[in-house]
């Protein structure tokens, strides 16, 4: 009964940026924790960034001063502005977001389908 769907991925020069975003939508009682997470071929997924409801960000240190989150809680619906990308940047980023639902009001994890990103001169 939800589904979250990223967009905004692409194909991007290095040192270029890309804003990623990701709306949740379906039978939602309240979001939680909202994130970002990659995986490039070969790699297990790894942690880009997370954010609270109230707006606290944690980052992984690979991107740490390059990558700024957000969300809007209107919207259902989180961001990931990647500025100074790297070639070790590219993957498939994944949206992640701590949800309880109408039906059974307990947090539990849930992941969108993914989007493309792709850095290249």
């Known amino acids: 009964q939800v589904q979250l769907v990223e967009s905004g991925g692409g194909l991007v020069q290095p040192g270029g940026s890309l804003r990623l975003s990701c709306a949740a939508s379906g039978s939602i009682f309240s979001i939680y924790t909202m994130g970002w997470y990659r995986q490039a071929p070969g790699k297990q997924r790894e942690l880009v960034a997370t954010?609270?409801?109230?707006?606290?960000?944690n980052y992984a240190d690979s991107v740490k001063g390059r990558c700024t989150i957000s969300r809007d809680n209107a919207k259902n619906t989180v961001y990931l502005q990647m500025n100074s990308l790297k070639p070790e940047d590219p993957a498939v980023y994944y949206c992640?977001?701590?949800?309880?639902?109408?039906?059974?009001?307990?947090?539990?994890?849930?992941w969108g389908q993914g989007t493309q990103v792709t850095v290249s001169s």
């Open positions: 954010i609270t409801s109230g707006g606290t960000p």
């Open positions: 992640n977001a701590l949800i309880a639902l109408v039906a059974w009001r307990r947090q539990d994890n849930y």
